[in-house]
């Protein structure tokens, strides 16, 4: 293949690795942190600093714990350590002789509740102080401080019980006990029992019954054969609607909207998932910390259920800097204002700024430049319905061209359902650029149409699931009279295998065409199609896979197809290995030409946080261009898809 105009010194794919400490900077730079910047973290692992706070214990007194457990297996032996506090915090002192009895005793009653979790209900916990039973000790206790006190837990698990005779009474009498894990030999621990029990109660509640509520749980051992007899019995109460909603907490937003965005309208069905996903499109807002839905404990006189929403408002301003860095763009600062709450009903501005490949670029002509103001308007004409509206101007320098364009959009999204979106809006553009085929400018207007149904169990970290995305964008460039669309789709889907989904499977495959046009150049290069790079085939650099001219210079295309398929195993609760396969192709024709696949291939680590898991990715291409990248590395929030 001819010389390429990529630069050599950007052959690393490395385009995306200051990614996660950019956020991590925003974050810990975010005014609201800054006085309690006692340790600095980065998704919950400690960089320096203490990871604890320090807390003054008054007569402090150390000591030490042995927990013996013979004949526990493996998980109710980790079950018991984790319910003892003193064997978690061995390094805590007591406040206080007394500090330390009362501990003691305080864990024993935990010890014996892990045990019933275990459905261990013939054990015994034995709890001894300086070998000294703790109900002998008086309240009064003196301990040899010469060293740390010794505290000793004596566990004797027994069997495990299993579940024997089971009835369900009342209202829930006759239900399949199969579907609440009630089955004649079947787990009786008491988080099971209870789990059963909520069950029933959320059946009756989902059949439109509000006041359901369970009226007998009784659990009886029968020590002779290890065995627990159940009794259940629940109370549905009557079918009631949606009544009244009230607002409650509310200071700036406005009570109204509240009520109108939250879609509990009165007159219509109750059930617990509709209350659950008017919290969950309340909080998606942002303006509220903490947001509750209650019911009343009885029905109004024309007997619908009324309900409260208790909101707490939190901070609408933000103010927010970061800063990232990479080997092949050098150093990037980002920062950006906002406000939540505009308008008094939840309406968003956010005005943003960036510059990037700073030490990198040899001027700053060459460095790349962003600055945006984006807001929005949710419920505008009803409650499935946003408004969007920005403007935003940017430079910026891939290996493949080099451009700078001015952006306004307005459009509005519209949700059928909880799963189905449809977005259309209005885009004109001005760009200027120097590529392949020299420097050209464009004045494009665009109709961009989205259809999006997304089944995904996360957004952030899916294991079930799946993501299918349609979108058509019809466009009119002035300057040179061109009329062009471009359509593009993707599915992504995921499968989770074993217990608590050890393994997930998920794929990929997405493609796009442009059509309309007979010479790439009247398009704008950024509207053109590329490949390669975290976000499409791992181990190229960023958009490396094109079509070239015979001088080696990227054009872009007008179609292509990519897919990606990755095994995510959990080694740990927060550790993760991915291995993956990448593979793309991009055509300067209508119809793609599969004759030059790329593919690259790696592996990446995951580390979960409260955010979404923290990816890094390393990959190599498979069949490499000439001076073209070795490998990449890749870095960011989420799963790569």
Same mark, same amino acid.
């Given at each position: 293949?001819?010389?390429?105009? #990529? /630069?050599p010194?950007?052959?690393?794919?490395?385009?995306?690795?200051?990614?996660?400490?950019?956020?991590?900077?925003?974050i810990?730079?975010?005014?609201?942190?800054?006085?309690?910047?006692?340790?600095?973290?980065?998704?919950?692992?400690?960089?320096? &600093?203490s990871d604890k706070?320090?807390?003054?214990?008054?007569d402090?007194?150390?000591?030490?714990?042995?927990l013996?457990?013979?004949?526990?297996?493996?998980?109710l032996?980790?079950?018991?350590?984790?319910?003892?506090?003193?064997?978690?915090?061995?390094?805590?002192?007591?406040?206080?002789?007394?500090?330390?009895?009362?501990?003691?005793?305080?864990?024993?009653?935990?010890?014996i509740?892990?045990?019933?979790?275990?459905?261990r209900?013939?054990g015994?916990?034995?709890v001894?102080?300086?070998g000294?039973?703790?109900?002998?000790?008086?309240?009064?206790?003196?301990?040899?401080?010469?060293?740390?006190?010794?505290?000793?837990?004596?566990?004797?698990?027994?069997?495990?019980? %299993?579940?024997?005779?089971v009835?369900?009474?009342? /209202?829930?009498a006759g239900?399949?006990?199969?579907?609440?894990?009630?089955?004649?030999?079947?787990?009786?621990?008491?988080?099971?029992?209870?789990?059963?029990g909520?069950?029933?109660?959320?059946d009756l509640?989902?059949?439109?019954r509000p006041?359901?509520?369970?009226? =007998?749980?009784?659990?009886?051992?029968?020590?002779?054969?290890?065995?627990?007899?159940?009794?259940?019995a629940?109370?549905?109460?009557?079918?009631?609607?949606l009544?009244?909603v009230?607002?409650?907490?509310?200071?700036?937003?406005?009570?109204?909207?509240?009520?109108?965005?939250?879609?509990?309208?009165?007159?219509?069905?109750?059930s617990?998932?509709?209350?659950?996903?008017?919290s969950?499109?309340?909080?998606k807002?942002?303006?509220?910390?903490s947001?509750?839905?209650?019911?009343?404990?009885?029905?109004?006189?024309?007997?619908? *259920?009324?309900? %409260?929403?208790?909101?707490?408002?939190?901070?609408?301003?933000?103010?927010?800097? &970061?800063?990232?860095?990479?080997t092949?763009?050098?150093?990037?600062?980002?920062?950006y204002?906002?406000?939540r709450?505009?308008? &008094?009903q939840a309406?968003?501005?956010?005005?943003?700024?960036?510059?990037?490949?700073?030490?990198?670029?040899?001027n700053?002509?060459?460095m790349?430049?962003?600055?945006?103001?984006?807001?929005?308007?949710?419920?505008?004409?009803?409650p499935?319905? #946003?408004?969007?509206?920005s403007?935003?101007?940017?430079?910026?320098?891939? /290996?493949?061209?080099d451009?700078?364009?001015?952006t306004g959009?307005g459009?509005?999204?519209?949700?059928f359902?909880?799963?189905?979106?449809?977005? $259309?809006?209005?885009?004109?553009?001005?760009?200027? %650029?120097?590529?392949?085929?020299?420097?050209?400018?464009?004045?494009?207007?665009?109709?961009?149409l989205?259809?999006?149904?997304?089944?995904?169990?996360?957004?952030?970290?899916?294991?079930d699931g799946?993501?299918?995305?349609?979108?058509? =964008?019809?466009?009119?460039?002035?300057?040179?009279?061109?009329f062009?669309?471009?359509?593009?789709?993707? #599915?992504?889907?995921?499968?989770?295998?074993?217990?608590?989904?050890?393994?997930?499977?998920?794929?990929?495959?997405a493609?796009?065409?442009?059509?309309?046009?007979?010479?790439?150049?009247?398009v704008? $290069?950024?509207?053109r199609?590329?490949?390669?790079?975290?976000?499409?085939?791992r181990?190229?650099?960023?958009?490396? *896979?094109?079509?070239?001219?015979?001088?080696?210079?990227a054009?872009?295309?007008?179609?292509?197809?990519? $897919?990606?398929?990755?095994?995510?195993?959990?080694v740990?609760?927060?550790?993760?290995?991915?291995?993956?396969?990448?593979?793309?192709?991009?055509s300067?024709?209508i119809?793609p030409?599969?004759?030059?696949?790329?593919a690259?291939?790696?592996?990446g680590?995951?580390?979960?946080?409260?955010?979404?898991?923290?990816?890094?990715d390393?990959?190599?291409?498979?069949?490499?261009?000439?001076?073209?990248?070795?490998?990449?590395?890749? $870095?960011? *929030?989420?799963?790569?898809?």
């Amino acid at each position: 293949m001819p010389a390429r105009r #990529t /630069d050599p010194k950007k052959s690393i794919a490395f385009w995306k690795a200051g990614t996660a400490l950019a956020v991590a900077a925003s974050i810990s730079l975010y005014p609201g942190f800054a006085s309690q910047a006692f340790a600095f973290k980065i998704f919950g692992i400690t960089i320096f &600093g203490s990871d604890k706070d320090e807390e003054q214990v008054l007569d402090p007194v150390k000591f030490t714990v042995t927990l013996n457990a013979p004949g526990a297996d493996s998980k109710l032996q980790q079950s018991l350590e984790n319910s003892s506090l003193l064997s978690s915090e061995p390094d805590k002192p007591a406040s206080g002789d007394l500090g330390l009895l009362i501990r003691a005793r305080d864990d024993r009653e935990r010890l014996i509740a892990a045990l019933y979790e275990n459905a261990r209900y013939g054990g015994t916990v034995k709890v001894t102080i300086e070998g000294r039973d703790i109900d002998s000790i008086p309240p009064n206790p003196a301990f040899n401080r010469s060293g740390p006190v010794p505290v000793v837990f004596e566990v004797v698990p027994g069997p495990a019980f %299993t579940l024997g005779n089971v009835r369900l009474e009342g /209202d829930v009498a006759g239900r399949d006990l199969d579907q609440y894990g009630l089955v004649t030999g079947g787990d009786a621990g008491s988080l099971a029992i209870i789990k059963a029990g909520n069950k029933l109660i959320d059946d009756l509640k989902a059949e439109g019954r509000p006041l359901a509520e369970l009226t =007998k749980r009784e659990a009886v051992a029968n020590h002779a054969n290890s065995t627990v007899d159940l009794t259940l019995a629940a109370k549905g109460g009557p079918v009631a609607p949606l009544g009244n909603v009230t607002v409650k907490g509310q200071r700036t937003v406005d009570q109204a909207f509240i009520e109108r965005y939250s879609r509990l309208n009165g007159g219509e069905p109750y059930s617990p998932e509709k209350l659950r996903k008017a919290s969950e499109r309340l909080r998606k807002l942002g303006v509220f910390s903490s947001i509750t839905i209650k019911e009343a404990s009885a029905l109004a006189p024309n007997g619908t *259920i009324p309900l %409260t929403i208790e909101v707490s408002e939190g901070k609408h301003r933000y103010l927010g800097v &970061g800063a990232q860095y990479s080997t092949t763009e050098g150093i990037g600062l980002h920062g950006y204002w906002g406000h939540r709450n505009l308008f &008094g009903q939840a309406e968003s501005l956010r005005i943003e700024g960036a510059v990037s490949r700073l030490g990198e670029a040899s001027n700053v002509q060459d460095m790349d430049y962003s600055a945006g103001i984006i807001f929005t308007k949710p419920g505008i004409f009803n409650p499935e319905t #946003t408004f969007t509206a920005s403007l935003k101007a940017k430079t910026e320098h891939p /290996d493949t061209y080099d451009a700078r364009s001015v952006t306004g959009y307005g459009g509005f999204s519209y949700e059928f359902n909880d799963y189905d979106t449809a977005s $259309a809006g209005l885009e004109v553009e001005f760009t200027d %650029t120097d590529d392949a085929f020299g420097n050209n400018q464009y004045l494009t207007t665009s109709i961009p149409l989205e259809f999006v149904r997304d089944m995904r169990d996360d957004k952030l970290n899916p294991t079930d699931g799946f993501r299918a995305a349609v979108s058509v =964008k019809p466009s009119y460039e002035a300057l040179n009279g061109t009329f062009f669309t471009s359509f593009e789709g993707s #599915t992504t889907g995921y499968k989770g295998l074993g217990a608590d989904d050890q393994v997930v499977l998920a794929g990929k495959i997405a493609g796009g065409v442009l059509v309309g046009v007979s010479e790439l150049e009247d398009v704008p $290069a950024t509207r053109r199609f590329y490949a390669g790079g975290g976000g499409s085939v791992r181990g190229y650099s960023y958009q490396e *896979i094109s079509p070239y001219t015979d001088g080696g210079e990227a054009t872009g295309g007008r179609s292509y197809v990519v $897919a990606s398929l990755e095994a995510r195993f959990k080694v740990t609760e927060t550790i993760g290995l991915v291995p993956f396969v990448d593979a793309g192709v991009v055509s300067s024709k209508i119809t793609p030409d599969f004759s030059d696949i790329r593919a690259g291939a790696g592996i990446g680590l995951r580390y979960a946080t409260p955010f979404g898991p923290l990816r890094l990715d390393v990959a190599m291409p498979l069949e490499k261009y000439d001076g073209g990248s070795s490998f990449g590395i890749y $870095a960011g *929030i989420g799963q790569a898809f």
